[in-house]
């Protein structure tokens, strides 16, 4: 049998709730201008325009802090209800355009257009005209990905931000692959990034150079990943349904906790809020993996501590507990979480094909 082509194209809003609230407030397009709470209240930045990323400011940098490099900057309250209704409206442009239409967020999706008649079936002539449709109709900018993976089309779409796109052809993606930095391969953190830089592993090509049993030497069973994405090979499908892997609550307080009683009282009411959100999205409790705490420390840094043990209340007080007194830090931010079992669909070992 003929390995299956695929062709797929990843959609990108441009600073999606800093383009909604310009669009509608036109004074604010030439200003620095951001989303997120107020730096009084220990607030973070959501997302910010283009002109505010000149001066350093970016998403989940404190509010207080993106005053400080920006003091011109308008910070604005999120809008939820309407970013939720604009998202709503660009995904029914989309469905126009593919029958197989899988969501990652508000702001961007991934769309299966193997099967599309439209435009003789050229995947980059139809992410150009969806982009063209979101413009005209709504009034804000998206940039696209175009390839044969869901992989490629997500790096793609990151190529030639903001409003534009760029076709990954099969034919470009060996030479594409060998001079990609290893820090654009999803899964390559701090840590794993740290690690591969003392191994003089900079980018695709040094990656193509080791062998499946060295990749899972140094980085254990992501190395098989690793083996396969640095050559760009990746054998996810877009779906419609995605599966929940985990759920999670948190909370910023509003004062930082240097003591073991304050946080606890906050695991509790967390607890009670994460068996709420449960239940609403109905969650089987069979299927929890594991739990997890978080904590963000008053320097912004984040740790987490995850364990086996069953979710009950008692138990996640047990793992906070052990971790803040591990971590030795005072307290801005704390989360606790599930992480579920998610059946994934086999995979298939073919190399794809595409236009």
Known sequence: MDPISQKVIHIDMDCFYAAVEMRDRPDLRDRPMAVGGRPESRGVITTCNYKARDFGVHSALSSREALRRCPDLVILPTRFSKYKEVSRAIRAIFDRFSETVEPISLDEAYLDVTNNRQFD??????????????????GLTASAGISNSKFLAKIASDWKKPNNQFTIAPPEIPAFMKNLPVQKIPGVGKATLAKMHKLDILNCQDLQALSVQQLTHQFGEFGIRL?????GIDHSRVRTGRARKSISVETTLAKDLELWEGIEKHIHALFDELMFRMKKSKVDPESIKSIGVKFKSSEFQVTSKESARPCDKDNFVKLAKQHFFDSNISVRLIGIGC???VKEPQ?????????
């Open 121 to 138: 079936g050229n995947a980059t002539q139809t992410a150009r005209a969806i982009r063209a449709e979101i413009e005209s109709s709504l």
């Open 227 to 231: 083996f396969d994405l640095s050559r």
């Open 339 to 341: 992480k579920l079992n």
């Open 347 to 355: 995979k298939s070992r073919h190399q794809l094909r595409l236009f």
